[in-house]
């Protein structure tokens, strides 16, 4: 079975620092991973996904991501938090093999500070 | 172009009441999910169509719950006999293609549930 493992529930950055959201996946094929943030009372949006190319993935507002299949992680990151970047943020794997449904982690509530 | 829309936005039922919510997916996207969001939690699947065909229901808590797309485009969520445990976010994605494992899903703003 997929899976995908949010290890921080809250991360809280001051703006103008790096950001780094951590996610682990389990995944019995090479899976596809994305990277949704949900701002509040708003619909999820894709920032990036990782679908077997380059395992450098460069998504949108900044942020990219990198695929490292030895140790199963797929974090985010961003050079410099901006304050409109408070949202939660959902790791999620796609397993292979036809109509899949998503699977989401937990999420983390990203807080950026003034 | 228009995204995904659902309606209504918020609805609050009495325990007991049924209740159905609606997704208008992307227009001429051929796949459909529905997910469940639980308060402080990540969406959890539900059920999906391709075109009017419902490929998969295996993630319906119950045989309350029931989901139709009778012309392969919108969809209709419905809830009978709700129950305290039902309140959550009801989140709609729509896909282009077959909703395979690279396929982007793009997400409706959801119906917010609460059941009293």
């Known amino acids: 079975a997929q899976s995908v493992t949010q290890l921080d529930s809250h991360v809280s950055v001051s703006e103008g620092t790096p950001v780094l959201l951590r996610c682990n996946y389990s995944?019995?094929?090479?899976?596809?991973l994305f990277w949704y943030v949900q701002h509040p009372n708003k619909g999820l949006q894709l920032l990036l996904k990782?679908?077997?190319?380059?395992?450098l993935v460069k998504g949108i507002n900044g942020f990219e991501a990198e695929f490292k299949k030895s140790e199963t992680s797929f974090h985010l990151t961003k050079p410099s938090a901006h304050m409109s970047d408070a949202a939660e943020y959902f790791c999620?794997?796609?397993?292979?093999?036809?109509?899949?449904?998503?699977?989401f982690g937990k999420g983390t509530r990203l807080s950026v500070i003034a | 172009g228009a995204g995904v829309s659902q309606s209504p936005r918020y609805k609050v039922a009495k325990r007991g009441q049924d209740v159905a919510l609606r997704c208008d997916p992307i227009?001429?996207?051929?796949?459909l999910f529905w997910y469940q969001q639980a308060l402080g939690q990540g969406p959890e699947f539900l059920t999906y169509?391709?075109?009017?065909?419902?490929?998969?229901k295996s993630g319906l808590p119950s045989d309350r719950f029931f989901a139709e797309r009778p012309e392969g485009s919108v969809s209709t969520l419905k809830i009978q006999r709700t129950q305290q445990e039902d309140s959550a976010v009801y989140l709609c994605?729509?896909?282009?293609?077959?909703?395979?494992?690279?396929?982007?899903?793009?997400f409706g703003p959801g119906t917010r549930l609460l059941v009293l």
């Open positions: 990782y679908t077997s190319a380059a395992t």
């Open positions: 169509f391709q075109n009017e065909a419902q490929l998969d």
């Open positions: 995944s019995s094929y090479s899976p596809s």
């Open positions: 227009s001429g996207h051929v796949s």
């Open positions: 994605a729509s896909s282009p293609g077959q909703g395979g494992p690279r396929e982007t899903q793009y």
């Open positions: 999620v794997v796609s397993p292979r093999g036809g109509n899949t449904p998503l699977v």
